[in-house]
């Protein structure tokens, strides 16, 4: 008996070593950008946020992304097994490109010199080729998103 209690005694203090760890520094950025959560009716832009806008730094105007922009979708899924959208514009000139992540006030602006390189800004790279994907420090973070065909019920024809 003293021997297991001696054992759980030892297996609750190591679990209690990991919770009482600093979370890995490397993920900060990605939290800063990502967990920055829109909670006001409108921005310093006057975009009506609960309506759907949001300010875009590359036309100067307010857009609603989901209607304008291009959509991606997360690769990994939420705790109900959803997938999360980002959307983007690319410029007329193909030079710039504007990336609004979900959940973030702010878009970020991703920069390129020649139409045969990928955007990038920071540790995150926006890839062009064979389609468009969002990488964060060489991870894919999000791909096209794919439509899927449903069937329509209805009355069966008859013959």
């Not at 609750?12 to 979370?23: E, G, T, V």
């Not at 020649?114 to 991870?139: C, H, I, M, V």
Request: contains cysteine.
């Amino acid at each position: 008996m003293k021997k297991f209690l001696y054992i759980l005694l030892l297996a609750s203090l190591f679990s209690c070593d990991y919770i009482l760890k600093n979370p890995p520094k490397d993920t900060t950025e990605m939290d800063s950008i990502v967990k920055n959560q829109v909670n006001d009716d409108k921005n310093v832009n006057g975009c009506d946020l609960k309506a759907g806008y949001k300010w875009s730094n590359m036309t100067k105007k307010c857009v609603r992304v989901f209607e304008e922009g291009y959509r991606l979708t997360s690769i990994e899924r939420d705790s109900l097994a959803r997938r999360k959208n980002a959307f983007f514009f690319v410029d007329e000139d193909s030079l710039i490109a504007e990336v609004f992540l979900p959940d973030s006030k702010e878009s970020i602006v991703f920069k390129r010199e020649s139409d045969d390189q990928n955007f990038k800004f920071q540790n995150f790279e926006f890839r062009t080729n064979k389609g468009f994907y969002l990488y964060y420090k060489q991870t894919l973070m999000f791909q096209p998103a794919i439509p899927m065909d449903t069937k329509v019920l209805g009355k069966s024809e008859e013959h």
